[in-house]
C-alpha cells in the first residue's frame, strides 16, 4: 500500500519527527520558517495530510485555491484561530488541534507570568545584571502579594482550569468567567460571574485563556481595564488578539494596572516595540506550550489525529 504523503511546516520535536518518517511518506521543513500561502496553496496538490502550526495561515482564500488531494490539516496546537475553519469544511477538509496535552505547561507559564510581573522581575533582573544594584531600602522593589489574592480567569476551559489548579497552591481566591457555568467538580470551588464585567471587579490578578474569535477580539479594551481594581496585574497566555495594546498601555502608564505578564501580542513574531520601554511589563516570546515533554506530546497527539483519519475513524479531536 503506498504511504500517505505528509507535509510537516516546521520543525518539531524529534520524537515526532522521527515516528512520522516511519509512518508517512513525510517532508518535514527543516528551515523551521512559517510556511507561506503560495507554499500551501501548492502542499496541498502533493501531500494528504498538512501538519501545520500557529504560524500557517489558511485563510479563505489560500483555502479556496487548494486543489482536492488534501484531505486533513492536523494542526500542531490547541488555538485554531489561524485556519478558517468554515472555508476548510467546505471544502471537506478534515481539521484537527491538540487539546489537553499543553495545559499544564501553560499554565506554568502563566504562573510565572503572573509572579514575574507582580514582583518586578523585569526591572529586578536587569539592575543586578547591569551593575547597578547599588542601594537597597524597605521601600526597594516592592511589589504585589500573589498568595491569597483574588485571581479571575476568563475562560475556564482546559488551560484555565489547570491555571487555577496551580493558583490553588498560592491560596488564591479563584472567580471565573466563561460562557457557561462549571459542574461543581470542575470548578473545585470557583465563583462563577456571569459577565466579563462582574469578574473583573473583583480581580486583583486576571488571566486570559480564551480563544480568538471575531467576539473575543480586544476583549480588554479601556472601559474594561478601568472595571479592575486599582492596581491589578494582568497575565495573557492566550492569543494577542485578546487585548487592545494601547488600551494596555495607557491603562499601565497611568497605572491603574500595576503590571502585566504577556505571552502573546497582537503581532508575532516582534511582540509591540513600545511596550520595551516599560518595566512593569513582563514579556515572553510564545513560549506558553514549549517544554520538551510537551512538544512530543503534541506532535504525537496531531499524528493520532491523522493515524485516525487515515484509518478511516474519527479522529479524537476534529473540529
Ligand atoms: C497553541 O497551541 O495554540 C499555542 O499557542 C502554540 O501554538
Redesign the pocket.
Known amino acids: 500500500m503506498t504511504r500517505k504523503r505528509l507535509w510537516i511546516t516546521r520543525r518539531l520535536s524529534d520524537a515526532t519527527l522521527e515516528r512520522a518518517a516511519r509512518d508517512y511518506d513525510v517532508v518535514i521543513n527543516h528551515e523551521d520558517t512559517p510556511g507561506t500561502a503560495d507554499e500551501l496553496i501548492a502542499a496541498s496538490a502533493d501531500f494528504d495530510a498538512i501538519i501545520p502550526?500557529?504560524s500557517e495561515h489558511f485563510s479563505a482564500d489560500v483555502v479556496a485555491q487548494f486543489s482536492d488531494r488534501l484531505r486533513i490539516v492536523a494542526n500542531?496546537?490547541?488555538?485554531v484561530d489561524h485556519c478558517d475553519l468554515p472555508a476548510l469544511k467546505t471544502r471537506g477538509i478534515a481539521v484537527t488541534n491538540?487539546p489537553d496535552v499543553?495545559s499544564d505547561a501553560t499554565a506554568e507559564l502563566a504562573m510565572l507570568l503572573m509572579l514575574g510581573a507582580a514582583r518586578h522581575a523585569v526591572a529586578g533582573d536587569r539592575i543586578v545584571r547591569t551593575g547597578a544594584w547599588d542601594s537597597w531600602s524597605p521601600a526597594f522593589m516592592v511589589g504585589k502579594q500573589v498568595t491569597g489574592a483574588r485571581l479571575g480567569i476568563i475562560g475556564m476551559g482546559r488551560v484555565g482550569r489547570a491555571f487555577a489548579a496551580k493558583a490553588r497552591g498560592f491560596d488564591m481566591e479563584i472567580h471565573y468567567y466563561n460562557r457557561t457555568e462549571l459542574p461543581a467538580d470542575q470548578a473545585q470551588g470557583a465563583t462563577y460571574h456571569g459577565s466579563v464585567e462582574s469578574l473583573l471587579s473583583v480581580a486583583d490578578f486576571l488571566s486570559l485563556h480564551c480563544p480568538a474569535t471575531p467576539e473575543t477580539t480586544n476583549l480588554m479594551n479601556s472601559e474594561r481595564f478601568s472595571l479592575l481594581p486599582q492596581g491589578a496585574v494582568m497575565v495573557n497566555t492566550a492569543r494577542g488578539a485578546l487585548v487592545d495594546e494601547t488600551a494596555l498601555l495607557e491603562t499601565l502608564t497611568r497605572k491603574h494596572l500595576a503590571a502585566a505578564g504577556l505571552d502573546c501580542f497582537q503581532v508575532e513574531p516582534g511582540g509591540n516595540p513600545a511596550f520595551s520601554e516599560h518595566d512593569n511589563i513582563f514579556m515572553l516570546p510564545?513560549i506558553?506550550?514549549a517544554t520538551r515533554s510537551t512538544r512530543d506530546a503534541?506532535g504525537f497527539r496531531a499524528l493520532d489525529n491523522v493515524d485516525a483519519f487515515f484509518a478511516g475513524k474519527t479522529p479524537g479531536d476534529l473540529l
Not at 500542531?76 to 488555538?79: D, F, I, K, L, N
Open positions: 502550526c500557529h500542531h496546537s490547541v488555538g491538540t499543553l510564545h506558553g506550550s503534541m
